[in-house]
C-alpha cells in the first residue's frame, strides 16, 4: 500500500543544508490582517530572503502594510484591500502564502469551516490562476485536507496546474510535535526534527515517532499519547483560547519557516527540506503529506514515508477513510454547478 525509503525520512530533514544563494523573492500574503496572517506578515518582513512583501485582505491591509513598513528590514512592503485590489497584490509574485478564511473556535471541527472557507480558497486560487500561474501556492487555510484538493482543482479548471507548485502547509504538526518530544526528554528543541505524514487534521496527522532525529523511544502507551496529543494539539489551543481564537502566533511561526525554505529553494539552496500536503503516490489517497526536498521548480523529490513499524502502519490506516472523503469534498466543492 505504502512506498518505503532504505532510511528514515528524518534523516534526510536534518540534511538541512543550503548553499550560498542570491534572491531577490517576491511574497504575497493573501489573508494579511488577520490572526496568522498579520505575525506571519511580520516574520516575512523579517526574512533577508524576501525583497517584496505585497498583502492583500477584505480590510485593514493599508494599515497592516504602514505599520511593517517601518521596521528596518530589507522587504519593500505594499498593501492592497478588497477584491478590486487583489490581481494588483499578485502581479509578480513567486510564492503566495493563503491563510485566509474563519478561524476554528470551541466545538467546532475543520470540516465545520467547509463551507465559507472552501469558497475563499477556491476565489482566491482562481485570481491566482490568472494572474500569477507559475507562483507557488501555500495553502494555510483550513481544512488543508480539503482546500488543497479545491485548489488544485481550480488551477486544473484554468489549465496552469502544475502538481510541484502547489502546497498544504503542515509544518504546525512538524513544530508541534518536535516541541514536545523536546519536553518529554529534556532536549533542546533545535535538535529535535521529526517527521508527520497524512493530512492536517485530527486522526490524518501520522507522528513517525520511529524516525525522530536525534532517536528516541518511549513505552508504548507514553507513545499513544503522544500522538494523540500531536492530533488533537490544534484542539488544545482553541480551548485554551475560549472562544477567542486558534492557534495563530504558532501557524504563523511555522508557515514563515515553510515560506523561507521554499524561498531559499528557489533562489538556488540545495537540501531544502519540509513537510507538505501535495499530490502524491504514496497511498491511494490522491494527497498525502511527507518530507519533500525543495528545488526551483516547487516540489524536486517526495521523500515518502520511510520505513514505518507497526504502529504507525496502522495510523495510515486508521486515517485514510477520513482524509479520502476530505480529499473528494473538496474535488466535488469545485465540480458541483
Not at 89 to 99: Q, R, T
Not at 218 to 227: A, I, N
Not at 292 to 316: A, D, F, P, Q, W
Request: hydrophobic fraction near 45%; charged fraction near 20%.
Amino acid at each position: 500500500m505504502f512506498s518505503r525509503l532504505a532510511r528514515p525520512a528524518s534523516s534526510i530533514i536534518n540534511r538541512n543544508f543550503s548553499t550560498t544563494i542570491s534572491n531577490n523573492a517576491n511574497v504575497a500574503v493573501l489573508g494579511a490582517s488577520g490572526g496568522i496572517g498579520q505575525p506571519l506578515s511580520l516574520l516575512l518582513k523579517m526574512s533577508p530572503f524576501v525583497t517584496r512583501l505585497t498583502l492583500y485582505d477584505i480590510a485593514h491591509t493599508p494599515g497592516v502594510a504602514a505599520d511593517l513598513s517601518h521596521i528596518s528590514s530589507p522587504a519593500q512592503v505594499k498593501g492592497f484591500m478588497g477584491p478590486n485590489q487583489l490581481a494588483d497584490c499578485l502581479k509578480g509574485a513567486e510564492v503566495v502564502l493563503i491563510p485566509a478564511g474563519v478561524p476554528r473556535k470551541p466545538g467546532m471541527t475543520r470540516d465545520d469551516l467547509f463551507n465559507t472557507n472552501a469558497s475563499i480558497v477556491r476565489d482566491l486560487v482562481s485570481v491566482c490562476a490568472d494572474v500569477c500561474p507559475k507562483a507557488m501556492i501555500c495553502i494555510i487555510t483550513n481544512p488543508v485536507n480539503s482546500t488543497v484538493p479545491i485548489a488544485a482543482e481550480v488551477l486544473k479548471k484554468k489549465k496552469v496546474y502544475d502538481p510541484r507548485r502547489l502546497f498544504g502547509v503542515t509544518t504546525l504538526d512538524v513544530v508541534r510535535a518536535s516541541t514536545f518530544i523536546a519536553e518529554a526528554k529534556g532536549l533542546s528543541v533545535k535538535s529535535v526534527n521529526m517527521p508527520i505524514i497524512g493530512g492536517h487534521s485530527g486522526v490524518t496527522i501520522i507522528p513517525l515517532i520511529s524516525q525522530c532525529t536525534p532517536p528516541v523511544s518511549f513505552p508504548q502507551d507514553v507513545r499513544e499519547k503522544l500522538t494523540v496529543r500531536i492530533q488533537n494539539a490544534g484542539t488544545e489551543v482553541v480551548e485554551a483560547k475560549a472562544g477567542s481564537g486558534s492557534a495563530t502566533l504558532s501557524m504563523a511561526f511555522a508557515a514563515a519557516k515553510f515560506a523561507e525554505s521554499l524561498v531559499e529553494a528557489i533562489g538556488g539552496a540545495t537540501g531544502k527540506v519540509e513537510c507538505a500536503f501535495v499530490e502524491s503516490k504514496e497511498t491511494e489517497a490522491k494527497y498525502f503529506a511527507t518530507p519533500i526536498l525543495l528545488g526551483r521548480h516547487g516540489v524536486e523529490t517526495n521523500l515518502g514515508m520511510g520505513k514505518l513499524i507497526e504502529y504507525e502502519r496502522k495510523l495510515v490506516d486508521a486515517a485514510m477513510p477520513e482524509l479520502l472523503a476530505n480529499i473528494k469534498k473538496g474535488e466535488e466543492f469545485v465540480k458541483k454547478p
